[in-house]
């Protein structure tokens, strides 16, 4: 009975051997296979290996053949080549909001894909320069948010920082946040839910590795009309800090044109001034991060209007400058 059980899967652990252990560059032969089969109790000969891979053949299981004294067999084609699966790799390394033991866990994954010989080196000298965090629900809370905007409900959570500890320190007394979610958002190597609350009539930002204890609840999405343009809020955050969206008229110096075109896109319009600069007119929400944003630049970028919002970067540079005044 065994040995009838073993013949059953014959052909998929076949399929298995040559997708994880044979490539161009190492392809299996006859021999080695029969063997390989054989490690797993299942007794072949050459001329049912030959029918076996040929019914794969017939089926769309493309296996190359090296003919010779002889043969050779390999998997070529995959899902992901090494190009695919490098740069996939490298974005998880990159990506602070997952922890290191799932880092090493998700880069073992897409290794494989790639067979065991480039699996090896994919996985050589992987790093975590970056400063990974320790929130091991974060899988848990994209599951659970991925689910709420699928079907369309709320989803409410606990919202936290770090103190110098390290120890959790909860908003608002461990209120439960409660927010209409409309989509995940990677920025800067974190995770974001972006989402409307309806306490504030706002949008909000929300990183998934600060969140606890995520559910999905019962009520529907609600949510304005004009925060169903998830693209266009996108370009108007800085650094994922929500605030008032306002229209706002920048003088720019042709060296910054490059870093406006970057953030806002192809659809900023510039207008040249008298002086060499240029006018452009874009949609922002208004936070300290999009004054710093813009501070970075020093001269090169001018807010021209709104007054209002001309004067509020003029104080932050003011409470700046006093903050950071040097006292003999």
């Known amino acids: 009975m065994a040995k009838l059980s073993n013949q059953r899967i014959k052909i998929l652990k076949l399929w298995e051997i040559l997708r994880q252990e044979s490539d161009e560059e190492n392809p299996l032969s006859t021999t080695a296979l029969i063997e390989r089969l054989n490690d797993y109790g299942i007794p ?3 001329k049912t290996l030959y029918t076996d891979i040929q019914l794969l053949n017939d089926n769309g299981y493309e296996i190359c053949i090296q003919r010779g004294k002889e043969n050779c067999y390999y998997v070529m084609e995959r899902p992901f080549d090494t190009a695919e699966l490098k740069i996939l790799v490298d ?9 290191e033991k799932k880092s090493k866990a998700l880069i073992e994954k897409l290794a494989r894909e790639a067979g065991d010989y480039k699996a090896d080196i ?7 320069d970056t400063v990974k965090h320790n929130n091991e629900e974060v899988y ?29 320190v909860y908003r608002k007394g461990k209120w439960r946040y409660k927010v209409n979610p409309l989509a995940m958002v990677f920025n800067d190597g974190y995770y974001y839910l972006v ?15 600060r969140m606890e204890k995520v559910q999905v609840e019962e009520s529907p999405i609600s949510t304005p009309d004009w925060v169903k343009d998830i ?38 319009l510039f207008e040249s001034l008298p002086d060499g600069r240029f006018k452009v007119k874009v949609k922002v929400q208004i936070s300290p991060t999009f004054f710093g944003w813009c501070f970075i630049f020093g001269d090169l970028i001018e807010i021209k209007s709104p007054q209002s919002v001309r004067e509020q970067y003029l104080e932050v540079i003011k409470k700046t400058a006093q903050r950071n005044k040097i006292t003999e």
Not at 140 to 168: C, G, M, P, W
Not at 195 to 209: A, K, L, P, Q
Not at 235 to 257: H, I, S, T
Request: charged letters at 30%; proline letters at 1%; one cysteine or more.
């Open 44 to 46: 072949v000969d050459r």
């Open 91 to 99: 974005a998880v390394k990159a990506s602070k909001f997952i922890t």
């Open 122 to 128: 994919l996985k050589k000298d992987v790093l975590f």
């Open 140 to 168: 848990y809370n994209v599951d659970r948010i991925n689910e709420a905007i699928t079907q369309k409900r709320k989803v409410s959570f606990f919202y936290f920082e770090l103190n110098t500890k390290r120890q959790r």
């Open 195 to 209: 989402g409307y609350m309806d306490r504030y009539e706002n949008t909000v930002s929300y990183r998934i590795d």
């Open 231 to 268: 693209k266009g809020l996108q370009k108007q955050q800085f650094a994922m800090f929500g605030g008032k969206p306002e229209n706002v008229e920048l003088c720019v110096d042709a060296r910054a044109v490059d870093a406006i075109i970057d953030k806002f896109g192809a659809s900023a």
